[in-house]
């Protein structure tokens, strides 16, 4: 399981497409106290060159590309990550036990080889812009909070160090799982700053109190006046909340 200590509160996502934009912001905030997500848009219009920006400017990378495919394509594109030297990725628990356990393996083995540091995995459970009509859609029946629940657990005893998940569900997931693994929970906004395609989402102090260990930001955060300000305020606000 993952090791908490010194654990960072907040991620923010950067959803840009320049890497002028991701060196601006990143040399505005506070790298020692944050890590920053890269998704799949600055990911296909920067590739590798917006984590080594980030990198570059002593950040840490959160490459969120959500791995999704045959357990073999997922241990190669885990290998790759893990070269690269992010901090963290994720996947989804959906791959199953034998793409998850090839993901962790891959992580372990290239971070020995290179010599850094093995990065946080997260399995995406449900993602937060669906609800249960939405999973209806699909073909899912079970319960929404079941299905969160059962994908958890998999990814758990796949050796897997966190999963992600709506802030709603967290509560639901400490209870079951336990205090060691981790969790990420996206759909975090302050109040001042509404959500958009997110469907389940809390307040950062929310969110935290259900459970949550890191919390993902993005547009609520980098759409204010004052980024810097408003990471600093949501920083001192989280570290009070957890002392």
Known sequence: MAEKKGFPLLAVALDVTSLTEVREIVSRLPVGEVVFKVGKQLFVAQGPEAVRAIQSAGGRCLLDLKFYDIPHTVEMAVAEATRLGVWGMTLHAL??????????????????????????????????????????????????????????????????????????????????????????????????????????VASPTKALDAGADLLVMGRSILNTPNPEQTTRDILALLKNFSS
């Open 95 to 200: 791959g199953g036990r034998r793409m998850l356990e090839a993901a962790k393996e891959a992580a372990r083995k290239t971070a020995r080889e290179k010599g850094v540091s093995v990065p946080y995995l997260f399995a995406v459970t449900i993602p937060t812009s669906m609800d249960a009509s939405t999973l209806k859609e699909v073909g899912i029946t079970t319960p929404l909070e079941v299905s969160v629940l059962h994908l958890a657990d998999l990814a758990i005893r796949s050796g897997i160090d966190g999963v992600v998940a709506s802030p709603l569900e967290a509560t639901i997931l400490r209870k079951a799982l336990g205090p060691r693994f981790l969790i990420m929970t996206p759909g975090i906004r302050i109040s001042e700053y509404p959500g958009d395609d997110q469907r389940r």
